[in-house]
């Protein structure tokens, strides 16, 4: 015996046929990799593909989301030579903990 109403029926039935069509939305958030950045000194500043992105101490609070794949980022701050890095970032969350090296005087 069937319990279920006619309309509940047809909504169960529309969301098969676009589950099979590949039509159903999925959440954007589980598709996105989120870079984290524990940096010293707090005042670096991070690129991605020459592109800035935000202050080391705004990225360790807040990860900024990207896509996931390779990502060549670099780190900058004033009185310490830029690193430079080539990430595979993946879905979720990656954090990277980086310590600039001073320039001598």
């Given at each position: 015996m069937?319990?279920?109403s006619?309309?509940?029926n047809a909504l169960l039935v529309a969301g098969l046929a676009l589950a099979a069509t590949g039509c159903m939305k999925v959440p954007v958030e589980s598709k996105l990799a989120y870079l984290k950045v524990v940096a010293?000194?707090?005042a670096t500043t991070v690129y991605v593909s020459d592109?800035?992105?935000g202050s080391a101490r705004l990225l360790q609070k807040?990860?900024?989301a990207l896509t996931p794949g390779v990502k060549y980022v670099t780190f900058k701050a004033p009185g310490?030579?830029?690193h430079d890095l080539r990430l595979e970032l993946p879905k979720g969350e990656?954090?990277?903990r980086i310590k600039l090296r001073p320039i001598p005087p």
């Open positions: 069937n319990c279920r006619p309309l509940l010293q000194p707090p592109r800035f992105i807040q990860p900024k310490y030579f830029p990656t954090v990277v």
